[in-house]
């Protein structure tokens, strides 16, 4: 059986045919995306400054962890979770719980170590003079380093949004309807790959462009004190006189 | 509620007492003593000025007495309260450095001003988050503050709109709001352009004799001549000499004079 491909003819038609499929396919994609970098964002803070403790054995543990979980592929990951370790504990966890496990779990330790960069980027100043107004070590933590971590943070946050939607298509192995699962099946009904894994493609590409400008946008209003100081640091610093 | 700090002459002049006082502090970062031995009083309304020589331990010996750094041996007392050592469980260890801290202004070298806040919010979060102040309350408070240092007008103004001289009276501010006992400075106008320090030397004339204590590191010897009661020599840990300012016209020590000698 051989297959030509200058005799192909496009039937773009089964794209729309499927509509709904894909649409729901699309959906499931951001929830699990969304659920999981809500849950890994959240995960990542404590397990980055355990990551900097000066505990010797607390910074340890979270740098063997953070580590191990980059370590592993996370098809493998999600095939054992879902398969081995609910046959082993005999946990009932169902397909959306255990990717939404898989990609935080696997998440939380990227975003570790960009929370981690973020906050050692502040000037150790900025602390000492919080402590020195009197604010406690949390409250430095929570009006002075964060809202400026935060804001070096945001960029590699959204490539990290977008890398989650993308490797979200790796949890239709354990037969969650996301897109690309959406995809497949509408496939295997109508033998149509190439019109529906191009549609499925479309979607992941608009769906990383509208993250982007989004994000960027984020950024740039919360950086814009920011930017503006490094920019003029030097330059006032030489060209302003005393204007008081 | 007494607003400015003009309020701090008065009961400066009624007693004369040790307000803060280190004694026998030691220091050392890895292997390396930085402060070995120093004892260093400072009374109700004195202007101790530090120098000496790059290296010498006068910053660390600065920060001992707000406790941002820890002294390996050595007691603390502050108001006749001992702040170092304690006894205290962990919890209560932070409220009593907290307790110590909002009593104490400090001004850095490199201003440290929150990038992320206007003037105004650099001097409001310590009134708000520390002193519990209302959001109005912490206001008008920060607004005198800023007035007190000329800056009233550059209120809404981020710290990387204001010039190296307005960062540091903004600094300046932000730690006399909270009514300071004592203010130190590390080297408050080595950062800046020689045609900025005027004005923040200006702003800190002004509160020494409005009576505010002070502990000043600083190698500007005019200012420290004008203003200090106590010259200290810090030089390799130690205090190798201190007195009035005779020290620095008529130095006791060879390591003095030779510093003298190269600064001025
Ligand atoms: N956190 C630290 N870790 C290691 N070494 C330190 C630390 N802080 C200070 N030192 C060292 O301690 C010594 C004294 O430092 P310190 O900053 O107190 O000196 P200084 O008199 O303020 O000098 P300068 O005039 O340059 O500010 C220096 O040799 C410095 O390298
Ligand atoms: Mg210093």
């Given at each position: 059986m051989s297959w030509n491909p200058t005799d192909y003819q496009f039937a773009w038609n089964v794209v729309w045919q499927y509509r709904f499929w894909l649409l729901e396919g699309t959906l499931l994609t951001l929830k699990i995306a969304a659920v999981s970098m809500t849950l890994a964002m959240i995960f990542a803070l404590p397990l980055a400054l355990l990551r900097m403790s000066r505990l010797r054995f607390l910074s340890g543990?979270?740098?063997?962890?953070?580590?191990?979980?980059?370590?592993?592929?996370?098809?493998?990951?999600?095939?054992?979770?879902?398969?081995?370790?609910?046959?082993?504990?005999?946990?009932?966890?169902?397909?959306?719980?255990?990717?939404?496990?898989?990609?935080?779990?696997?998440?939380?330790?990227?975003?570790?170590?960009?929370?981690?960069?973020?906050?050692?980027?502040?000037?150790?100043?900025?602390?000492?003079?919080?402590?020195?107004?009197?604010?406690?070590?949390?409250?430095?933590?929570?009006?002075?380093?964060?809202?400026?971590?935060?804001?070096?943070?945001?960029?590699?946050?959204?490539?990290?949004?977008?890398?989650?939607?993308?490797?979200?298509?790796?949890?239709?192995?354990?037969?969650?309807?996301?897109?690309?699962?959406?995809?497949?099946?509408?496939?295997?009904?109508?033998?149509?790959?190439?019109?529906?894994?191009?549609?499925?493609?479309?979607?992941?590409?608009?769906?990383?462009?509208?993250?982007?400008?989004?994000?960027?946008?984020?950024?740039?209003?919360?950086?814009r004190s920011l930017s503006v100081q490094t920019r003029r640091a030097t330059r006032t610093r030489r060209s302003l006189g005393a204007a008081a | 509620m007494d607003g400015s700090f003009t309020s701090?002459?008065?009961?400066?002049?009624?007693?004369?007492?040790?307000?803060?006082?280190?004694?026998?502090?030691?220091?050392?970062?890895?292997?390396?003593?930085?402060?070995?031995?120093?004892?260093?009083?400072?009374?109700?309304?004195?202007?101790?000025?530090?120098?000496?020589?790059?290296?010498?331990?006068?910053?660390?010996?600065?920060?001992?007495?707000?406790?941002?750094?820890?002294?390996?041996?050595?007691t603390l007392t502050f108001e006749g309260k001992q702040y170092f050592p304690r006894m205290d469980s962990v919890l209560n260890r932070h409220r009593v450095l907290q307790q110590l801290r909002s009593q104490i202004g400090m001004v850095f070298q490199r201003f440290n001003l929150y990038p992320h806040l206007d003037a105004l919010h650099n001097v409001t979060l310590s009134l708000t988050d520390v002193k519990r102040m209302s959001r109005k309350a912490a206001r008008l408070k920060a607004e005198a503050s800023l007035a007190e240092v000329g800056l009233k007008d550059r209120m809404d103004h981020y710290p990387s709109q204001l010039s190296g001289g307005q960062q540091q009276r903004v600094a300046i501010a932000r730690a006399l709001a909270?009514?300071?006992?004592?203010?130190?400075?590390?080297?408050?106008?080595?950062?800046?352009?020689?045609?900025?320090?005027?004005?923040?030397?200006?702003?800190?004339?002004?509160?020494?004799?409005?009576?505010?204590?002070?502990?000043?590191?600083?190698?500007?010897?005019?200012?420290?001549?004008?203003?200090?009661?106590?010259?200290?020599?810090?030089?390799?840990?130690?205090?190798?000499?201190?007195?009035?300012k005779e020290i620095l016209s008529t130095p006791g020590e060879d390591r003095t004079k030779a510093f003298l000698e190269a600064v001025l």
């Open positions: 543990v979270a740098m063997i962890y953070i580590a191990v979980l980059r370590a592993i592929p996370l098809l493998v990951f999600i095939l054992w979770m879902y398969f081995g370790v609910t046959l082993v504990t005999g946990l009932q966890v169902d397909a959306f719980g255990a990717g939404v496990i898989c990609l935080t779990l696997q998440y939380s330790a990227w975003l570790a170590e960009i929370y981690r960069a973020g906050l050692q980027a502040i000037d150790k100043g900025q602390r000492e003079a919080a402590l020195s107004t009197g604010l406690s070590q949390s409250r430095a933590f929570a009006k002075v380093i964060w809202p400026q971590a935060w804001r070096i943070i945001i960029p590699p946050l959204a490539s990290n949004f977008i890398g989650i939607i993308k490797d979200s298509s790796l949890v239709g192995v354990i037969g969650l309807n996301e897109l690309m699962r959406q995809a497949q099946i509408a496939d295997s009904l109508s033998f149509r790959p190439f019109e529906l894994f191009t549609a499925a493609m479309v979607i992941y590409i608009i769906l990383a462009l509208i993250i982007s400008p989004l994000a960027s946008l984020v950024e740039r209003r919360a950086a | 701090v002459s008065a009961d400066t002049q009624a007693g004369a007492g040790p307000l803060l006082e280190l004694k026998e502090a030691h220091k050392s970062f890895g292997h390396v003593d930085v402060i070995k031995g120093v004892s260093l009083t400072v009374r109700k309304g004195e202007h101790v000025v530090i120098f000496g020589p790059s290296g010498g331990g006068k910053s660390t010996l600065l920060r001992m007495m707000n406790l941002l750094e820890t002294p390996d041996s050595g909270m009514d300071p006992k004592v203010m130190l400075f590390d080297e408050p106008t080595s950062a800046l352009d020689p045609e900025l320090i005027g004005e923040v030397l200006g702003v800190m004339e002004r509160l020494a004799r409005e009576g505010m204590t002070m502990v000043v590191v600083t190698h500007e010897m005019g200012f420290a001549r004008r203003v200090g009661d106590r010259l200290v020599f810090v030089s390799e840990g130690v205090i190798a000499e201190s007195g009035g």
